[in-house]
């Protein structure tokens, strides 16, 4: 679905029962054995309290892992506005003028076995693929149908509109190639 507001034309990820399953899969192994972890170390607090310590700033990390991973699927957009694309999603804002751009397209990712964020239905963040090296990935989808975005730098951009054929080819009409 595509929204227009005075930003720009609003894009919203393509959404998935992965993307569903990984996030909220994620959130709850990184939270419930956090909290029980918590809860355990308190109790134990007096007899080895450095080891309940850093139990207990692991177990909160963990949590605001899995709080910042639903944050941004939830408010994952992109937006074409009059200068330059955009990628929002939670406190993270990705702008690249027009004028940087020199590839889009639609591509399959090449697995690779060392990468960093990336589940089934999600990858987020810079993620390295055997065939494109590193992308910065805000996307729902982690290896097929990403919309590869390039800039004169070789710095990559990897996302999932809904509506993908329709936001490549805006996209393309507002490029300088």
């Known amino acids: 679905m595509v929204e227009l507001t005075e930003e720009g034309r609003v894009f919203r990820p393509r959404v998935s029962g992965w993307t569903h399953a990984s996030t909220w899969l994620l959130a709850v192994v990184l939270t419930i054995p956090s909290i029980s972890l918590i809860i355990a170390a308190h109790d134990a607090w007096g007899e080895v309290w450095w080891a309940v310590l850093m139990i207990a700033v692991m177990a909160v990390a963990a949590i605001a892992v899995s709080v910042n991973t639903v944050g941004v ?19 993270n ?54 919309v590869l975005i390039e800039t004169a730098d070789h710095h990559k951009y990897g996302i999932s509109p809904d509506d993908e054929a329709e936001f490549v080819t805006d996209l393309r009409s507002r490029l300088q190639l």
């Open 93 to 146: 804002l990705r702008r690249i003028p027009y004028k940087d751009i020199v590839r889009v397209e639609v591509v399959n990712l090449a697995f690779n076995l060392i990468s960093s964020y990336r589940l089934p239905g999600l990858a987020l963040y810079d993620v390295l693929y055997s065939d494109e090296g590193i992308v910065t990935m805000f996307s729902t989808h982690a290896l097929r149908d990403v």
């Open 73 to 91: 699927v939830r408010t994952l957009r992109y937006i074409l506005t009059t200068e330059a694309a955009e990628i929002r999603a939670g406190r």
